[in-house]
């Protein structure tokens, strides 16, 4: 059974910081390229960062230089640390699982930045 469970969400101030975690299970995870999204109440879901099977890494504009994610195949897990953060980034985080054309998603996790 295929799982992607998000954790490390929460409630931080302006300009804290918080460090997600995703975890794989029920497929071969080292070969997936795994992306995190982000939803805003109101607004469409937009991609944060990915990171490929062979470490590649991108980044939507509005996160450059402030996340970053990386990845420990050893343990099935990608972590997206986030710096500097603002109250926009304030959204349900998602990660996401692909290779060729599958995806898998998890179930999400709440961050809220807010004084």
């Known amino acids: 059974q295929v799982q992607l469970v998000e954790s490390g969400g929460g409630l931080v101030q302006p300009g804290g910081s918080l460090r997600l975690s995703c975890a794989g299970s029920?497929?071969?995870?080292?070969?997936?390229?795994i992306d995190w999204y982000r939803q805003a109440p109101g607004k469409e879901r937009e991609f944060v960062a990915g990171i490929m099977a062979g470490r590649f890494t991108n980044y939507a504009d509005s996160v450059k230089g402030r996340f970053t994610i990386s990845r420990d195949n050893a343990k099935n897990q990608v972590y997206l640390q986030m710096n500097s953060l603002k109250s926009e980034d304030t959204a349900v985080y998602y990660c996401?699982?692909?290779?060729?054309?599958?995806?898998?998603w998890g179930q999400g996790t709440q961050v809220t930045v807010s004084s």
């Open positions: 029920g497929f071969t995870f080292s070969r997936y390229t």
């Open positions: 996401s699982a692909r290779w060729s054309d599958v995806r898998y």
